[in-house]
């Protein structure tokens, strides 16, 4: 007779501790740990390798964890359907217990093939929440309180004992690589997976680095720092986000903090909720992903994709010394501040008036930290389609004299304009030809001239805008819907509501 198991599905859920499925699982008999490595994810046009990279390392970290407790993780290859079917051929499959994942539109569907699968096997699958993202939810009424209930419940303790399997299925060992490299040569400046480095960060991000940041989030000369650069751990739950909440209201309960701090630390609390906020929109309208909020801008942009325009953007290239080296310095490092990512979505968008897929495909390969809900509907808000925000435009030299004064960060990413005086770091084409000569830097030939005119090119988006909001016939009615399903009602209470966003006086200019 074959054993009996119950599989736990490890996907973005990389941790034992707060983690309701194996909790269960292991209360009812004997646990196969499962991490399924999946080709075709990797594949996609929106993963990378430094996300498998962390992956992988959260993978060691998670399989040593379970080895304490009597059953290592089992690692598999292809696809779920192809490895349950496996495992199949070796136990009886008692159960399967996974996390919800709110994911891209590839993980959905195979989610549905894997819930086809179980009916058609009589394999009951068992799905936990595992943030304050809600499934079928119909409007965000009520919503901010489930998220406050969610965060204040005791967190599930992990299982104090694994029974250890006595029959193993055929395993693989995880690849070295998996997904497109950015970078022929991997900076070593990308951060590390594993619970280990999540608790690290929070640890001095609640004791030191919180307390500067509400006035270092802005600059990504300060934010590296003051930012809890915990995205990653969240994005691939090498820590929950009720643990990080729980931790950060025990600190402002109990902690003496002056009164700075604790603004800096409710703060924080606040971007947690955006976490889970922004993923509950991708949660409920999958098609974010690749169409726009708001109907009625389909068709806005497409037609005129400048493809030079978008790899001299990607490649940070374009001429504009701060949108360059925010680009450099995310392919390095796989991080980059909140406003530098808006600022670099809004430059594709307004100034390149480019169409946000290839940029926001391009930007989650970058990022670390990829998470589909947040992203995308980031991506959205920050080119404009949402409809139900204003559109900020970002003006980058304005930007650059602002969160980089002197030009270190500039400097730091773009080498080639390391002599360039600070008068001119922030518009190196003003420099007269003779000081271009002097400080070796030739504006034309080491580095770019401006690609646009950027003042005249937010002219040219202004209008568009302004444009079919005044005369699409539909715009205002799917604004209203669109914020009716997901805006937030802790906002729409203080501000005014939506249909004022047909009014251009809303578009803003950073
Ligand atoms: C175009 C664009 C794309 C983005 N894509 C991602 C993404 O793929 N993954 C991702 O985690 N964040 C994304 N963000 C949000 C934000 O920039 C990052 O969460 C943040 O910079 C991560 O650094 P941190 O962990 O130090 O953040 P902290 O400021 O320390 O915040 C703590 C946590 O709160 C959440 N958070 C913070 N800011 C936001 C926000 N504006 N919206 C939603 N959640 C937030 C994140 O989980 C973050 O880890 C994106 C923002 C923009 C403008």
Redesign the pocket.
């Known amino acids: 007779m074959k054993p009996s198991v119950h599989i736990v599905w490890f996907k973005r859920d990389l941790r034992v501790h707060d983690h309701a499925p194996l909790c269960v699982a292991a209360s009812r008999g004997a646990v196969l740990p499962l991490y399924v490595i999946e080709p075709d994810y990797w594949a996609l046009a929106d993963t990378s390798a430094r996300q498998w990279q962390f992956v992988r390392q959260s993978l060691h970290e998670l399989n040593t964890a379970l080895v304490r407790l009597g059953q290592g993780l089992i690692k598999m290859q292809g696809t779920v359907i192809e490895v349950l079917a496996t495992l199949q051929q070796h136990y009886t499959i008692a159960g399967l217990y996974s996390h919800q994942e709110s994911g891209n539109q590839w993980t959905f569907a195979r989610d549905q093939q894997v819930g086809q699968w179980c009916q058609q096997h009589a394999v009951v699958w068992q799905e936990y929440q595992p943030y304050g993202a809600v499934r079928r939810l119909r409007d965000r009424e009520g919503w901010a309180g489930q998220w406050e209930r969610f965060m204040r419940q005791e967190r599930v303790l992990a299982p104090t004992r694994l029974a250890q399997l006595k029959i193993l299925p055929p395993q693989q060992r995880l690849p070295d690589q998996l997904g497109s490299v950015l970078e022929a040569n991997e900076s070593g400046l990308l951060q590390s997976g594993g619970r280990r480095a999540a608790l690290s960060l929070l640890g001095s ?1 609640l004791r030191e680095r919180g307390r500067s ?1 509400s006035y270092g ?1 802005s600059s990504p000369l300060s ?2 720092q003051s ?9 691939y739950g090498t820590v929950s ?1 009720r643990e ?1 909440t729980q931790k950060l209201r025990n600190m402002l309960e109990y902690a003496e903090l002056d009164k700075p701090w604790k603004r800096s630390l409710r703060s ?1 609390d606040a ?2 909720h ?6 509950q929109k991708l949660e409920t309208d999958i098609r974010f992903e690749r169409e726009p909020m708001i109907p009625a801008l389909q068709g806005l942009r497409e037609a005129r994709f400048n493809q030079a325009h978008f790899e001299a953007w990607q490649s940070g290239t374009t001429g504009f010394p701060f949108i360059d080296a925010c680009m450099r310095s995310l392919r390095q490092t796989g ?5 530098m ?2 600022m ?2 809004a430059f594709a968008a307004y100034q390149l008036w480019l169409h946000w897929q290839k940029p ?1 495909w391009h ?2 390969q970058c ?1 670390t ?4 809900g ?2 995308y ?3 959205q ?2 080119s404009g389609t949402s409809g139900i925000n204003a559109l900020r435009m970002y003006n980058p030299v304005k930007q650059s004299q602002d969160q980089d004064a002197q030009g270190i960060f500039i400097r730091r990413w773009l080498p080639e304009l390391a002599r360039v005086p600070t008068e001119f770091i922030h518009e190196p084409w003003g420099m007269p030809w003779s000081l271009q000569q002097e400080v070796g830097c030739i504006i034309g030939t080491h580095y770019p001239t401006p690609i646009v005119d950027h003042m005249q090119a937010v002219r040219y988006a202004r209008a568009q805008f302004s444009e079919l909001r005044k005369h699409h016939p539909d715009f205002r009615a799917q604004a209203q819907a669109l914020n009716e399903k997901h805006g937030s009602r802790k906002r729409r209470t203080r501000r005014r509501p939506v249909a004022s966003t047909s009014n251009t006086q809303q578009m803003e200019l950073f």
């Open positions: 991000f940041y989030m934010a590296a930012c809890s650069r915990l995205s990653p751990h969240l994005a986000v990080v924080f971007r947690l955006w976490h889970c906020h922004f993923i991080w980059l501040n909140f406003r990512r808006a670099l979505v926001a930007l989650a990022f930290d990829y998470e589909p947040i992203h509907c980031q991506i808000m920050q």
